[in-house]
């Protein structure tokens, strides 16, 4: 019954990264799509999103056969249900780079971003593309120092976006009121893709360890200071044992 249940569970691991796959496959052509105002790229991220639902639901069907028929205790606990919040947190991102497509079709054969913003947009593009990497890593081999990385990874999307705002209200904007409304749409859109992103680590996180990533880092830091004291111990007793 226990290899019938790891298998179950491996079936469930399987289908996460199934999503994580199709999301980043999906926000890569929505972002060429709104970059390089390509068309093609909008359909065929919108015809990849449509297949989100049913794998959230697969892995979401799975999720509710291991609790209730398997009773999982300790780590493969943890493991379906921060996964069931990581399902989530992926499908939402999906959705995310969906509206994404949505507004680069819109928009076509013009660009949805004015010109001098579209570097801001393809930095933002390339950290959230490198995000969803990070994650589809860390799903394979959940690795919590690796994971706390990523929870401040959104630091600077973050940064972004306030910029892009803060060009739209204090300073003059030339580029008209749709496009002032696209742009902040569309920060918003990936803003919150990278949001989800860290949510995500915070899950895996705690999958490796059982803590939330407040108290991993306050347990990091106790950590280093014990050694920093040890060490201090060490050399004190190394100096005085010689004379």
Same mark, same amino acid.
């Given at each position: 019954m226990r290899t019938a249940f790891r298998d179950s569970l491996n079936a469930f691991a399987d289908d996460v990264i199934v999503l994580c796959d199709t999301v980043r496959s999906?926000? $890569?052509?929505? =972002?060429?799509?709104? %970059?390089?105002?390509?068309? $093609?790229?909008?359909? *065929?991220?919108?015809?990849?999103? !449509? !297949? =989100?639902? !049913? +794998?959230?639901?697969?892995?979401?069907?799975?999720? /509710?056969? =291991?609790?209730?028929? !398997? #009773?999982?205790?300790?780590?493969?606990?943890? $493991?379906? +249900?921060?996964? +069931? @919040? +990581? /399902? *989530?947190? %992926?499908?939402?991102? #999906?959705?995310?780079? $969906?509206?994404v497509a949505k507004s680069a079709r819109r928009r076509h054969p013009a660009?949805? /971003?004015?010109?001098?913003?579209?570097? @801001?947009f393809a930095e933002v593009a390339r950290l959230n593309l490198e995000m969803v990497d990070k994650i589809r890593h860390l799903l394979s081999n959940a690795n919590a120092d690796v994971a706390m990385v990523l929870v401040t990874d959104d630091d600077l999307v973050d940064d972004i976006h306030e910029h892009l705002m803060m060009m739209l209200t204090?300073?003059?904007?030339?580029? #008209?009121?749709?496009?002032?409304?696209?742009?902040?749409?569309?920060?918003?859109?990936?803003?919150?893709?990278?949001?989800?992103?860290v949510n995500v680590a915070a899950r895996i996180v705690y999958l490796a360890t059982g803590l939330t990533p407040h108290e991993y880092q306050e347990r990091r830091n106790e950590e280093r200071e014990e050694a920093d004291w040890a060490k201090r111990f060490a050399e004190l007793e190394a100096r005085f044992s010689e004379q």
């Amino acid at each position: 019954m226990r290899t019938a249940f790891r298998d179950s569970l491996n079936a469930f691991a399987d289908d996460v990264i199934v999503l994580c796959d199709t999301v980043r496959s999906v926000a $890569q052509k929505s =972002l060429t799509a709104l %970059l390089e105002a390509d068309l $093609q790229e909008a359909e *065929d991220a919108l015809t990849l999103a !449509e !297949e =989100l639902p !049913e +794998i959230k639901r697969r892995c979401e069907q799975r999720a /509710v056969e =291991l609790l209730a028929t !398997e #009773g999982p205790l300790a780590r493969d606990l943890r $493991q379906v +249900i921060s996964s +069931i @919040y +990581i /399902v *989530d947190d %992926l499908a939402r991102m #999906g959705m995310l780079a $969906q509206h994404v497509a949505k507004s680069a079709r819109r928009r076509h054969p013009a660009c949805a /971003v004015p010109e001098p913003v579209v570097p @801001y947009f393809a930095e933002v593009a390339r950290l959230n593309l490198e995000m969803v990497d990070k994650i589809r890593h860390l799903l394979s081999n959940a690795n919590a120092d690796v994971a706390m990385v990523l929870v401040t990874d959104d630091d600077l999307v973050d940064d972004i976006h306030e910029h892009l705002m803060m060009m739209l209200t204090r300073r003059d904007w030339p580029h #008209g009121t749709v496009a002032a409304v696209d742009v902040t749409l569309l920060s918003r859109f990936l803003e919150r893709f990278a949001d989800h992103a860290v949510n995500v680590a915070a899950r895996i996180v705690y999958l490796a360890t059982g803590l939330t990533p407040h108290e991993y880092q306050e347990r990091r830091n106790e950590e280093r200071e014990e050694a920093d004291w040890a060490k201090r111990f060490a050399e004190l007793e190394a100096r005085f044992s010689e004379q």
